[in-house]
């Protein structure tokens, strides 16, 4: 009997073995199903990835990252989550109509991120979806990256040329009073030890009287050569400055001026990395760079209504602007001459150049202030300095050529004109 019982329970188990394993490879079956049709749609090619990175920044980074909630949810694992890639799809073009349809991941979604809307891209490509997700799915699969060491994309600071940074200037002025300071207690040391010594030996009368006269502060500040020193040094100080008067007449560099709501750039472009182009959307293809409509804002503002600590006050009024159609009514900061001409998609999108290099770390600044001279100097000078941006613009190849058969020096924007008074002046 026994012996039976446990044959019996033999095959029980190996029967148990067989239908698990089979679940199991079903399962494995099912898996490598699913991943495949996701992985069909998403692209590990480094092209891809890299168009829908840059699709990624230019539209959803305002409201997304891959790993952290913002305005939106953190979008890591999404193509796991959601009912179909081309659900994902049909949300990113037009989420609201996804919502009003009833769809009950949508609605929940929705519910949950407190009604806040996103943005409508009906203009993208179903391909150039899938590019965004592609290129968030690798960012979600790297390892998490030690935090705060990377600076984030705007932080490039400024050029080189703006000579000593002012807090070096600063140590090194404070470094320079330490060292007086220890010269002088040192110089008094050996003063009173030279007395002292003198103290000692027998001198004549007249040399008493020398080493005995003190040199009170009377008699040192009433002395010729005192106040010729402080004269000197008064007339210099006041040269210097109206010479610099003159020199900044017209010149506006640091202006910044205060604006009727209180908008920084620290939290919007830096902390939050919002990318320039989304709220200065004319700097690829325009003169302008553009100051943002009060509804670009309501984009993220319909929602985020909580005040930091200024309170209710500076959100209320973009409310108030966008409901009564209101232009805010912005201070100009940057402001050339009439007779001066200069095109933000010039330099920006032909050029290549980063907005910092002419307005400073604007991400670091509550308030925008001025940071280059805008002169004509100033202008011509990066002209001399600053080589064309040729790459990948069949436009230079001749240019080039010529340039390269009379010369071993880089194209720089002098030689293509851009010393010219036409160029600049109307
Ligand atoms: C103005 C802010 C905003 C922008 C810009 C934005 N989104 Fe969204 N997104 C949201 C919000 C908010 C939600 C949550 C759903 C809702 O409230 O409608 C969301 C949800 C999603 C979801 C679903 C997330 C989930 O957890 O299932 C996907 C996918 C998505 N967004 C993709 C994109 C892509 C791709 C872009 C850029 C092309 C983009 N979003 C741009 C705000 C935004
Ligand atoms: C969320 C929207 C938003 C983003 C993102 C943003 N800005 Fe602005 N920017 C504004 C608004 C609004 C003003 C006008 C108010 C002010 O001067 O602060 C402005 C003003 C400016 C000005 C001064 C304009 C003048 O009057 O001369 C400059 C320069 C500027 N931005 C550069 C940048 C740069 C560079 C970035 C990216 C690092 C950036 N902005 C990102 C909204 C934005
Ligand atoms: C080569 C230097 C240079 C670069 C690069 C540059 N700007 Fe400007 N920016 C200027 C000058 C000069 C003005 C003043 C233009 C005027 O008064 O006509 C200006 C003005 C502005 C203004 C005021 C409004 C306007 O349209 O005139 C904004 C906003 C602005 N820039 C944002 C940006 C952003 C954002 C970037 C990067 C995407 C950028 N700028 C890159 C030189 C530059
Ligand atoms: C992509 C989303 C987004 C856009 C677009 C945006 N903001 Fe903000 N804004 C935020 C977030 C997030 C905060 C931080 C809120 C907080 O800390 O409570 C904020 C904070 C502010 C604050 C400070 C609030 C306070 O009471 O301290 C002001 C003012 C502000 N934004 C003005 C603007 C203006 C003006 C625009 C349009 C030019 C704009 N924002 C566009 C997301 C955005
Ligand atoms: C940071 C360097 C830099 C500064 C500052 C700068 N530019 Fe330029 N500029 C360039 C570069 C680089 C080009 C070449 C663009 C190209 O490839 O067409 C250029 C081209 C130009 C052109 C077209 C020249 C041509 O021959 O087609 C004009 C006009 C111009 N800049 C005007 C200005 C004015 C006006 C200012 C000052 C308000 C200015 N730039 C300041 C870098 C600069
Ligand atoms: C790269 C662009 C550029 C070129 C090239 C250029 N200028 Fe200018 N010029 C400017 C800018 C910008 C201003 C305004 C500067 C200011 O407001 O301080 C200016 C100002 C001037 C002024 C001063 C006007 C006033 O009201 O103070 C004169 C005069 C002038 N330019 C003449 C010329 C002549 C002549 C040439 C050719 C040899 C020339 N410029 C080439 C950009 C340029």
Known sequence: MPLVEITDTKSNMTKNHTSSAVK??????????TSFIVNAQLSTDPAVIGEGKSLFEANCKACHRVKVKLVGPALAGVYDRVPSLDWIKNFVK???????????????????NNKTQMTAF??????QIMAVISYVKTEADKPDAPVATTPGPGTQTASGDQGVPSTYLNVILVGMIIILILLLVVLGFLVSALKRFL???????????????????TSVTSSSAFIFIVAFIVAALGFKAVINGLLSIGVQQGYAPK???AFSHKIHAGQM????????TGVMKGKSANIPSPNICMNCHNQ??????????????????????????????????DLAYFNHSQHVNVAGVECQTCHGPIQEMDVVRQHSLLTMGWCIDCHRKTDVNTKGNAYYDKLVELHNASSKEAMKVENIGGLECAKCHY
């Open 122 to 127: 009906t203009s993208l490509k179903d391909e």
């Open 259 to 261: 604006q009727p709501i």
């Open 24 to 33: 199991f490879l079903f399962l494995v079956f099912l898996f490598t199903i």
């Open 94 to 112: 037009n989420s609201s109509k996804v919502i009003a349809s009833g769809d009950a991941y949508a609605v929940k979604l929705y519910e949950e």
């Open 304 to 337: 985020i209504k909580s005040g930091t600590n200024t309170g209710e006050g500076e959100i209320a009024k973009i409310v108030a602007a966008y409901e009564n159609n209101k232009p805010i009514e912005w201070v100009r900061i940057h402001n050339l001459p």
């Open 273 to 280: 990395e919002i990318d320039c182009k989304y709220c200065h």
């Open 199 to 217: 103290d000692n030996k027998s001198l004549t009368e007249e040399e008493k009287d020398v080493v005995e006269s003190p040199y009170t502060f």
